[in-house]
């Protein structure tokens, strides 16, 4: 009898190549980032169709904000474009949507949207997306870190009662289990102050095929790849292993 295949509960992408994939078309850079929307309607509802419980997608880290100031307002244009459009379809597919990152750093009516969607999809009991905007991992960690302080400081919580699980509780995405698989495409093999909490035993696939490409069959070979690996989580193997 075949083993069944294991769908990873938490799959995390760095959705990179936007801009590379335009360039080779002679085009501007922010096509691409409108042809990556595309990419991402499409991964989203075939993520929902497999049963991921977690999708998390990194779109805009804390450190884009130094890309030229044109590519910057179409990307938050971008980001407007897609929840306004968007949202009654996630919604209509019991999508619970939920944003990351720092978003006070964007402007009100962004916020106010950011805000709306998520109160609209919080009861949906589908696939979780979370789309990491104004993102960094060393933003989230620093964030938790100054909320075990203040507890600290107010007499809440001794200096003892920091445990790795107290400190999780104030990260982005602590009701959710940690992250199985990070798929980063695009070429790049880093992780560009995405996730770093959250991925201490994540599996890694890379591939060269630029965002905008990345298509369903290429999410079942990643998830395929993350099927022959052996996690040992530090411990010895486990032939009895389910994923
Ligand atoms: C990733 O594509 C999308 C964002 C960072 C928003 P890039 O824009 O980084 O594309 P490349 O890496 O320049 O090709
Ligand atoms: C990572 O891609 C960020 C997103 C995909 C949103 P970058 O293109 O910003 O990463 P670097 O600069 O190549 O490391
Ligand atoms: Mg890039």
Redesign the pocket.
């Known amino acids: 009898m075949t083993k069944e295949r294991c769908i990873p509960s938490h799959v995390a992408i ?3 190549g936007n ?1 590379r994939w335009a360039q080779q078309r002679n085009q501007l850079r922010t096509i691409g980032h409108r042809a990556g929307l595309k990419a991402v309607r499409k991964i989203v509802m075939y993520a929902a169709s497999i049963n991921i419980k977690v999708l998390t997608l ?4 804390s ?2 904000w130094k890309r030229p100031e044109k590519e910057v307002s179409a990307l938050l244009a971008l980001f407007i474009y897609a929840l306004n459009r968007e949202i009654k379809k996630l919604n209509s597919h019991n999508v619970r949507l939920n944003i990351i990152g720092d978003i006070s750093r964007f402007n009100n009516e962004l916020q106010n949207m950011i805000i709306k969607a998520q109160q609209l999809t919080k009861d949906n009991s589908g696939l979780v997306l979370n789309i ?1 905007a104004n993102y960094g991992g060393r933003w989230d960690i620093l964030q938790s870190a100054k909320k075990m302080a203040t507890q600290v400081v107010e007499g809440k919580i001794s200096v003892d009662d920091i445990t790795e699980d107290h400190f999780n509780s104030a990260m982005s995405m602590s009701e959710f289990p940690d992250v199985d698989l990070v798929i980063r495409t ?1 070429g ?1 093999y ?1 992780i ?1 102050n ?1 996730l770093l909490w959250q991925i201490a035993y994540s599996e890694f696939y890379f591939t060269d095929v630029l965002w905008p490409d990345f298509t369903q069959s290429l999410f079942d070979e990643a998830i395929n790849k993350f099927n022959n690996r052996e996690r040992r989580f530090g411990g010895v193997r486990n032939e009895d292993h389910t994923c």
């Open positions: 760095i959705m990179d801009g990194y779109a805009f880290s450190e884009n990491a695009g790049e880093r560009s995405f």
